[in-house]
């Protein structure tokens, strides 16, 4: 498959002339869902959903559908009878011709005060997996994990003992916006020296043959 990076949490994945994007937020370039044949959601916080872009994508696309949670399958679902589809732990599904597995239940803890949301992560044709927001490990091996890198709700011993535990080949930093450049260097050094996986990261816009 072709992986290309999007700003922030967003991917898009290419195999046979189609095309899946996962989480199009609020932080990610405005043509993100163009051309998508599906479109796979992990939760619901703007920075993984915007309903104006995953709207812009389904209405582009007659034939594309939409693979998420029932929370935001709430907010779009009536707009687009037999389009969209609730998944949870567990579901297995084909989208634009790459078999989904759905892992995990919740949202990490942002803070003890804040409740959980769901979220889900999605692993792609049994080898590339996006956790969405959590530090979930599916009981499946990983050849490359899309790897959370900064958030509220993390730390950089917990992102590089989270690699450990999937153990994967390779990792590719998403959720990454909200990290100045000045910092790159550092997550760089501990990742590659510690994680024990290949680390990369790309630039928004860039790609890699998996």
């Not at 370039?29 to 599906?38: H, L, P, Y």
């Not at 919740?106 to 996006?130: C, E, K, M, Q």
């Amino acid at each position: 498959m072709r992986f290309t990076k999007k700003t922030h949490a967003c991917v898009r994945l290419e195999k046979d002339g189609r095309t899946l994007v996962i989480d199009p937020g609020a932080f990610t370039e405005e043509n993100a869902t163009d051309g998508a044949d599906a479109i796979l959601i992990t939760h619901e916080h703007p920075d993984h959903f915007d309903e104006g872009r995953l709207r812009a994508g389904l209405d582009a696309r007659p034939g594309a559908e939409l693979w998420t949670l029932r929370s935001v399958a709430e907010r779009v679902s009536a707009a687009y009878p037999g389009r969209v589809h609730t998944v949870g732990e567990g579901d297995t599904f084909s989208a634009a011709g790459f078999d989904v597995r759905v892992y995990g239940q919740l949202h990490a803890v942002i803070h003890p005060d804040l409740p959980r949301v769901t979220n889900v992560g999605y692993l792609v044709d049994g080898s590339l997996f996006h956790p969405g927001d959590a530090l979930t490990v599916p009981g499946h091996p990983v050849e490359t994990l899309l790897l959370p890198l900064q958030a509220p709700w993390s730390k950089i011993s917990e992102v590089i003992e989270y690699v450990r535990e999937v153990k994967p080949v390779r990792t590719y930093d998403v959720h990454d916006a909200l990290l100045t450049e000045l910092a790159r260097p550092v997550y760089d050094t501990h990742l590659g020296n510690l994680s024990g996986a290949e680390h990369h990261r790309l630039a928004p816009g860039g790609s890699a043959d998996l």
